[in-house]
């Protein structure tokens, strides 16, 4: 018996539905927020946040790294609590998306692929209900590896149970869609929501 769905589509989250969880802009709020050196912090985070996101370290760990290696005139939590409150909706491309899934239900499945910390992902799929949005999340943290990894891919396509020419991929970095197209899907770079919406409603 042939499955109900006809196609299977991954997104990326950060920089498509949501901002990104931690990006630069982030922490460079952070440093005139909590007053300190952002490029020393910058120059930790990246030799550390790699190992975050692939689930290796937790994110009091990380943090330990970057910056409570000596004392600071915050707490953890604090910094924490405005780390969480980085992640905005971006405009119209999530709710929009949440709506076209209820009527399309029989055509497709949802899956995201995402490169995230176990803590922020967590925090960004109870705040912003991504389970209305998604069946499944292969999420770096959870699977232990990261993108452009093409055995991210690999195994969101082997959850998924789908063969590449079933899967389309949305993510707004053109170096992860020449990636995951190296795997055989059909992917595209978001760029806006008017545009993406156009291709997805070219599906049905």
């Not at 802009?25 to 909590?34: D, G, H």
């Not at 190296?182 to 992917?187: A, D």
């Not at 806006?192 to 409603?201: G, H, N, P, R």
């Amino acid at each position: 018996m042939k499955p109900c769905f006809q196609k299977v589509l991954f997104f990326d989250i950060g920089g498509v539905l949501l901002s990104n969880g931690w990006g630069h802009e982030s922490r460079e709020a952070a440093a005139l927020q909590f007053g300190f050196d952002y490029e020393e912090m910058d120059r930790l985070h990246e030799f550390i946040f790699n190992v975050y996101e692939i689930g290796r370290i937790t994110l009091d760990e990380y943090l330990d790294t970057v910056l409570f290696y000596r004392p600071r005139d915050f707490t953890k939590q604090e910094f924490k609590d405005f780390m969480f409150a980085q992640s905005v909706e971006l405009p119209q491309m999530l709710e929009w998306l949440v709506q076209w899934r209820k009527k399309n239900t029989d055509r497709f499945r949802f899956l995201s692929i995402n490169n995230e910390g176990r803590e922020l992902n967590d925090h960004r799929i109870r705040k912003f209900r991504l389970h209305d949005c998604f069946d499944a999340f292969v999420s770096s943290c959870s699977v232990g590896m990261r993108k452009p990894d093409p055995g991210i891919f690999q195994m969101a396509m082997g959850i998924a149970q789908a063969k590449p020419e079933e899967c389309i991929y949305f993510d707004d970095r053109p170096i992860l869609v020449e990636a995951a197209m190296k795997t055989g899907m059909t992917c595209y770079q978001h760029q806006s929501f008017e545009s993406t919406k156009a291709i997805l409603e070219r599906l049905i």
